[in-house]
């Protein structure tokens, strides 16, 4: 069998959402499983994730499946919902909703009397500035004065923009607007922080955080490892050596022809390609680790098989190679590619074996 392989390591995920807890000891904690948990896979990684207050989804059928899996802790739909319909699934499931927009409101007040009988929270966006969703300063105030005479159980939610770049102006701007609405709508639950802002701003934790990429052990900062952070990477993704190929000086690898051998060498073809999830386009030099040892991919990402240089190293067939994991970074190949750790995980396809260790 073709062994392209994405371990999920349990142990690692309860051990980053301790890490929330340390960060955050007085929030409760929404743990973000969108995206099938940024790719790990939602079913095998609630269990590991069971102590968490709350889940984070971004649309209805994210909720359900984690409803069917057997989970009751409430859950936040981030972007709310989608249209009226949607509505008396989401009380049926005791979720919760984010309202970002007029018609969202509307939505919730036709079902106004059996949302606040379940005790069901809502959460109120405030656009305090990235300019995505929410409501801006001047009408959120009185839109929260409102749902709470009502009865409504209210939330103040917020997202920042750069909570991953140092001393970015819009942090400020964001913050103040943030405290200022909180001040007004005084007494209010509030949550602005993701995986980057749980690290940096201990302040702002309030009572509900949100983290997200943390959790799968991957850095939300460019200048920051997860080693650093002290987070460990939940997701191994290995394959293994199908093909060994002694190559001549002035020899090529693969389509195009890219990579010309400058001397002889050694390569063996791995059995990943972009069809797994594994990137294609590397503007710069890419690795993946083989018995311990650092090595390059040479020549182009095909759909089923890369090339890696393996000349002076114990390879032969069989042998697993880590494409990421914990010695080959996930945001390491993901610079290398010329995008984020969180990209690389999320799509990630369903073509390889999925284990869980
Ligand atoms: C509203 C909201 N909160 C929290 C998060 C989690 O962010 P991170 O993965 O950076 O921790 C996200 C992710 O995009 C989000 O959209």
Same mark, same amino acid.
């Given at each position: 069998?073709?062994?392209?392989?994405?371990?999920?390591?349990?142990?690692?995920?309860?051990?980053?959402?301790?890490?929330?807890?340390?960060?955050?000891?007085?929030?409760?904690?929404?743990?973000?499983?969108?995206? &099938?948990?940024? =790719?790990?896979? *939602?079913?095998?990684?609630?269990?590991?994730?069971?102590?968490?207050? #709350?889940? %984070?989804?971004? /649309?209805?059928?994210?909720?359900?499946?984690?409803?069917?899996?057997?989970?009751?802790?409430?859950?936040?739909?981030?972007?709310?919902?989608?249209?009226?319909?949607?509505?008396?699934?989401?009380?049926?499931?005791?979720?919760?909703?984010?309202?970002?927009?007029?018609?969202?409101?509307?939505?919730?007040?036709?079902?106004?009397?059996?949302?606040?009988?379940?005790?069901?929270?809502?959460?109120?966006?405030?656009?305090?500035?990235? &300019?995505?969703? =929410?409501?801006? *300063?001047?009408?959120?105030?009185?839109?929260?004065?409102?749902?709470? #005479?009502? %009865?409504?159980? /209210?939330?103040?939610?917020?997202?920042?923009?750069?909570?991953?770049?140092?001393?970015?102006?819009?942090?400020?701007?964001?913050?103040?607007?943030?405290?200022?609405?909180?001040?007004?709508?005084?007494?209010?639950?509030?949550?602005?922080?993701?995986?980057?802002?749980?690290?940096?701003?201990?302040?702002?934790?309030?009572?509900?955080?949100?983290?997200?990429?943390?959790?799968?052990?991957?850095?939300?900062?460019?200048?920051?490892?997860?080693?650093?952070?002290?987070?460990?990477?939940?997701?191994?993704?290995?394959?293994?050596?199908?093909?060994?190929?002694?190559?001549?000086?002035?020899?090529?690898?693969?389509?195009?022809?890219?990579?010309?051998?400058?001397?002889?060498?050694?390569?063996?073809?791995?059995?990943?390609?972009?069809?797994?999830?594994?990137?294609?386009?590397?503007?710069?030099?890419?690795?993946?680790?083989?018995?311990?040892?650092?090595?390059?991919?040479?020549?182009?990402?095909?759909?089923?098989?890369?090339?890696?240089?393996?000349?002076?190293?114990?390879?032969?067939?069989?042998?697993?190679?880590?494409?990421?994991?914990?010695?080959?970074?996930?945001?390491?190949?993901?610079?290398?590619?010329?995008?984020?750790?969180?990209?690389?995980?999320?799509?990630?396809?369903?073509?390889?074996?999925?284990?869980?260790?």
């Amino acid at each position: 069998m073709r062994q392209a392989t994405v371990y999920i390591d349990s142990s690692a995920l309860q051990y980053n959402l301790n890490r929330v807890k340390q960060l955050a000891p007085n929030a409760k904690i929404i743990s973000m499983v969108k995206a &099938n948990a940024y =790719g790990h896979g *939602v079913k095998d990684c609630l269990a590991a994730l069971a102590s968490t207050d #709350a889940f %984070g989804v971004a /649309c209805l059928e994210e909720a359900l499946e984690i409803r069917e899996l057997g989970y009751s802790q409430p859950i936040t739909l981030i972007e709310g919902i989608f249209s009226a319909d949607e509505m008396a699934v989401v009380i049926a499931n005791n979720l919760e909703v984010v309202v970002h927009h007029q018609l969202q409101l509307d939505w919730l007040h036709a079902h106004k009397d059996a949302y606040i009988a379940k005790n069901l929270k809502i959460w109120v966006k405030l656009n305090s500035g990235m &300019n995505r969703l =929410g409501f801006k *300063v001047s009408e959120i105030i009185e839109i929260i004065h409102t749902l709470k #005479a009502e %009865g409504f159980t /209210c939330v103040l939610a917020m997202h920042f923009a750069n909570a991953d770049t140092e001393n970015h102006p819009l942090n400020e701007q964001q913050k103040n607007q943030f405290l200022d609405v909180k001040e007004a709508c005084a007494p209010i639950m509030a949550s602005c922080c993701n995986s980057a802002a749980i690290f940096k701003w201990p302040e702002l934790n309030f009572d509900f955080v949100r983290p997200g990429i943390m959790l799968y052990g991957a850095s939300p900062f460019a200048d920051q490892s997860a080693n650093d952070l002290d987070i460990k990477p939940v997701m191994t993704f290995t394959a293994e050596i199908i093909a060994l190929n002694h190559i001549q000086a002035g020899e090529s690898v693969g389509y195009g022809s890219t990579f010309v051998a400058k001397q002889d060498m050694d390569i063996a073809i791995v059995s990943i390609g972009y069809g797994d999830g594994y990137p294609r386009a590397f503007p710069k030099q890419n690795y993946v680790v083989i018995d311990g040892q650092t090595t390059p991919v040479v020549g182009r990402v095909a759909m089923d098989m890369i090339a890696i240089d393996v000349t002076g190293l114990n390879a032969s067939l069989g042998t697993p190679v880590e494409l990421w994991g914990k010695k080959r970074l996930v945001d390491a190949v993901a610079e290398a590619n010329g995008t984020i750790g969180y990209e690389l995980l999320c799509r990630m396809t369903h073509r390889p074996l999925r284990k869980q260790i």
